[in-house]
């Protein structure tokens, strides 16, 4: 059995293939060769002794041409007989053009005649009339005797020579072209023995070069494939029994050597892997244990095959258990259950449910079922993963009810609150309390732009700021009829239906806004009837030039006196520059006093100062304080409303003059009294800043910080409202500015008022 193991795989072997293979092709064109060999020598052989028997009947022919020209009968025969005893001839013929032998090597053959149809006269007298031209190959013929042996025999015609016609011996016709046949019969035996001794080495040199060559291959297959092949086999079993450090022997430089390098190292990596997946297998099992999760593995009739950890220490089952008694506290299986959707369709399926712990307690489920197949594809079980929630549902209804409670305060907030989204800022949600301030009802806003509430010029300036800024003060909206309010929005980002919003509370401050305008209109008035006396003796200076100028005129006329050219253009001039004077003044007054809006434009701080100033020169002028100005020339505009501005210089001037005289009344050593106001104006990071000084008594340390509080005033009852600088912060806090103040007792203080300087950010 074992020997005839043996045979079998060498059978299927690749070497006994190659070797077979090779084998065959090899004896195929070997034979090829051979016999293409033998018989292209056996052509030749025959051509060269084809041509020799032509060659000889040609000398034949030539040797008795002389005796046949004299007719010599006997020197024909003697010479016919001399040739014909060479050992390779068998037979000399000569027939006649009747077909009669009249020569020959045999005295038997002598006179007898030859059938046109009988060999060699068939070669000529197959057609008819008989051809005379006959090639070599159809007057030659190979033919075997009775004993076997072969012949060659050869015939070729005697033409009508025109000596023969001529000859004195005996006459021939010239129109005869064929006096007869010579048939010349050579012997093939010594031929046959040639050829067949040159067959004979041919084949044996086929035969050994076939064995040598087939032994050669088969020791080199066997030596340097069949052997390293072996190795190899036996290295792939070792692999394939799981020893993947087993190395193959086989220490070659050749393909095979690197096919064995190949295979260890195949091993080695295969081991490698093979650690690798146990200790993959190893952590998935330990996944599978220490799951925070409820893991099973059911059957068809849903019993319990196997469970993880968490499983077991929750339920305590046992295996063979029903899923739906071990943890469901049923008799029978859910009514919604994934695992059998999973058994019959093999696909995932999800669900939640319900059931009671060991303890008594209700529990809540997110199951989620997932197939396991065979190798033939066939689901046989069922893994259901099991994700304990009842904490997060419990925080869901919390959720809920926290949602209600925010949606409760959402929507009884008595101010409008809106929800828009922060790229578009489109509405998506709002309270009820946007009707009772826009008159929009929540349905006509909703899906709109915010924008829609602000003045068309105005939109593109408020989308930007609304992306930046989280308050925005004294803002104008418009109403559904288009009335105009004042607001106050606040802005902060969070998230609403999973996307970025801006939650935006509304305060609607027109009625404020107004009291304020109110209350900013009466601190005019009360400065305007303050200022009186200034204005009246501003006045006074042009009505008295004016006065003057009439009266000369007046004088002039009544005594009938001609006024020359030059002095009425000189008069006629200052009454047009001081009338021009006093308008300014009044003027200037009226616009003062105007109730001014809230708005923005571009203001030059050093405009605005000085028209406050104008006001208050000839005031301060009277009570010799002295002005010292420092204004910064093309000081950058800031965004703000100019009459509003001079409200608030114009406060500050009314304070340091009041300040001043406070020092001067209550000082009695004059060296100390220098009345002076120091106006200055500057840039200073990205701020428009203007300073107003004075040399008064100061303010002291302990009421600084109450100065800008309404009401308050450290002037004598009757001389102030205490609402001047309580206005001025109001105004300046408006257009984004400060105010503050550096003050020391005895030495006067200094009002430092700063704004944003137009197109900075």
Not at 373 to 381: C, H, L, P, S, Y
Not at 622 to 643: F, G, H, K, Y
């Amino acid at each position: 059995m074992g020997r005839l193991h043996r045979f079998i795989n060498l059978n299927f072997s690749l070497s006994f293939r190659l070797i077979f293979w090779v084998g065959l092709i090899l004896a195929v064109s070997i034979t090829a060769w051979a016999y293409y060999n033998i018989g292209h020598q056996k052509q030749m052989a025959v051509e060269n002794l084809v041509e020799g028997a032509d060659r000889l009947g040609n000398t034949i022919r030539l040797g008795v041409h002389y005796a046949m020209m004299i007719n010599s009968r006997d020197e024909i025969n003697q010479i016919i007989k001399n040739i014909g005893k060479q050992k390779e001839i068998e037979n000399i013929r000569i027939y006649n053009k009747a077909g009669q032998t009249s020569y020959s090597t045999r005295s038997t053959e002598m006179d007898k005649t030859k059938d046109v149809l009988d060999e060699p006269c068939l070669i000529c007298h197959k057609t008819n009339p008989p051809a005379i031209k006959v090639s070599r190959m159809e007057r030659t013929r190979i033919f075997h005797s009775p004993k076997g042996e072969r012949f060659l025999e050869i015939t070729s015609p005697i033409y009508n020579e025109p000596g023969c016609a001529t000859a004195e011996c005996h006459f021939h016709s010239e129109k005869t072209k064929v006096l007869g046949a010579l048939d010349v019969v050579v012997s093939l035996r010594n031929a046959d023995k040639e050829i067949f001794s040159y067959e004979r080495g041919i084949i044996l040199m086929a035969v050994f070069i076939f064995l040598g060559t087939s032994g050669v291959m088969a020791l080199f297959l066997l030596r340097f494939v069949n052997r390293p092949i072996r190795k190899l086999i036996e290295g792939t079993q070792h692999i394939g029994r799981g020893e993947y450090d087993y190395a193959v022997d086989l220490k070659r430089n050749d393909d095979m050597g690197q096919l064995a390098a190949a295979i260890n190292q195949m091993g080695r990596k295969i081991g490698e892997k093979q650690d690798e997946l146990n200790e993959q297998k190893g952590e998935y099992q330990k996944l599978f244990e220490l799951a925070p999760c409820y893991i099973t593995v059911q059957d068809r009739d849903f019993k319990l095959l196997k469970y993880n950890r968490e499983f077991a220490e929750q339920f305590d089952p046992h295996s063979g258990d029903y899923c739906y008694q071990a943890y469901k506290g049923r008799s029978e299986r859910c009514e919604i259950c994934p695992v059998l959707d999973t058994f019959e369709d093999g696909q995932s399926h999800h669900s939640e449910e319900e059931g009671i712990n060991r303890d008594g307690t209700k529990s809540s489920w997110i199951v989620r079922t997932s197939p396991v197949k065979n190798k033939r594809g066939e689901v046989v079980a069922a893994m259901e993963m099991s994700l304990d929630v009842t904490a997060m549902k419990h925080l869901e209804s919390e959720v809920k009810k926290s949602e209600e409670k925010y949606r409760t305060i959402f929507t009884t907030i008595p101010n409008p609150v809106f929800v828009l989204d922060q790229s578009t800022l489109d509405i998506l949600d709002c309270n009820d309390n946007v009707t009772p301030v826009y008159g929009y009802h929540q349905e006509e806003v909703l899906m709109t732009s915010f924008l829609n509430f602000f003045g068309a010029s105005e939109r593109n300036q408020y989308a930007s700021l609304m992306k930046t800024s989280v308050a925005l003060d004294r803002v104008k909206h418009y109403k559904k009829d288009g009335d105009l309010i004042y607001v106050n929005i606040r802005m902060s980002s969070t998230e609403y239906q999973g996307k970025g919003v801006f939650l935006v509370t509304i305060s609607d401050i027109t009625e404020r806004l107004l009291a304020e305008q109110q209350l900013i209109q009466a601190s005019k008035m009360a400065t305007l009837g303050e200022m009186s006396t200034g204005v009246a003796h501003e006045l006074n200076q042009p009505l008295s030039v004016i006065k003057t100028a009439g009266s000369f005129l007046h004088k002039k006329v009544l005594k009938g006196q001609d006024v020359d050219d030059e002095t009425m253009k000189t008069l006629t001039s200052e009454i047009n520059a001081q009338v021009d004077r006093a308008s300014k003044i009044i003027n200037h007054m009226r616009e003062f006093g105007r109730k001014s809006d809230v708005v923005r434009e571009e203001v030059q701080l050093n405009i605005a100062l000085e028209r406050a100033l104008e006001i208050f020169r000839q005031q301060l002028k009277l009570r010799e304080i002295e002005v010292i100005m420092d204004l910064q020339p093309d000081l950058p505009t800031v965004m703000a409303d100019s009459n509003r501005l001079e409200q608030v210089f114009i406060n500050l001037l009314i304070n340091a003059r009041d300040a001043i005289e406070a020092k001067w009344w209550g000082n009695v050593d004059p060296k100390d009294n220098t009345k002076k106001i120091f106006l200055k104006t500057g840039v200073e990071d990205e701020m428009a800043v203007v300073e107003i000084g004075d040399t008064g008594i100061g303010i002291p340390d302990a009421i600084v910080d109450k100065i800008f509080e309404p009401f308050f005033t450290t002037k004598q009852v009757g001389k102030g409202t205490g609402l001047g600088l309580s206005i001025s912060y109001g105004i300046v806090r408006d257009y984004e500015g400060t105010i503050s103040v550096e003050s020391q007792a005895d030495k006067g203080s200094n009002f430092i008022v700063q704004f944003p300087i137009s197109g900075s950010s």
